[in-house]
């Protein structure tokens, strides 16, 4: 089991940068895909970055690629996201998520191969 806690999220500035971090309890963290999913108010939670349980790959939604980078520290049991040219679209809950274990290729990253989730913590972009 994997128990995933956020934090980091807060209101900026439209062009501001946030550091999303998410910490994980559990003996499995480091063969799991780990992954940062969003969701703004009235629509679906939406898939922003994840990456593989090595670190040696990483994946991104359009709307996020070369503005989002995803990181892992294995030892710390600990994920991050950097978020930089931030936009109000932005704007929404962030939640981390942790996936299977030992997984290679796309299809990793579709919702429904993530087991474990967090909280959330909410993202406001103001314009």
């Known amino acids: 089991q994997a128990h995933l806690v956020e934090s980091g999220g807060g209101l900026v500035q439209a062009g501001g940068s946030l550091r999303l971090s998410c910490a994980a309890s559990?003996?499995?963290?480091?063969?799991?895909?780990m992954g940062w999913f969003r969701q703004a108010p009235g629509k679906e939670r939406e898939f922003a970055a994840a990456i593989s349980w090595s670190g040696g790959t990483t994946y991104y939604a359009d709307s996020v690629k070369g503005r989002f980078t995803i990181s892992r520290d294995n030892a710390k049991k600990t994920v991050f996201l950097q978020m930089n040219s931030l936009k109000p679209e932005d704007t929404a809950v962030y939640y981390c998520a942790a996936g299977r274990h030992y997984c290679s290729g796309t299809g990793c990253y579709a919702e429904h191969e993530f087991d474990y989730w967090g909280q959330g913590t909410q993202v406001t972009v103001s314009s």
């Open positions: 559990g003996r499995t963290f480091s063969s799991r895909t």
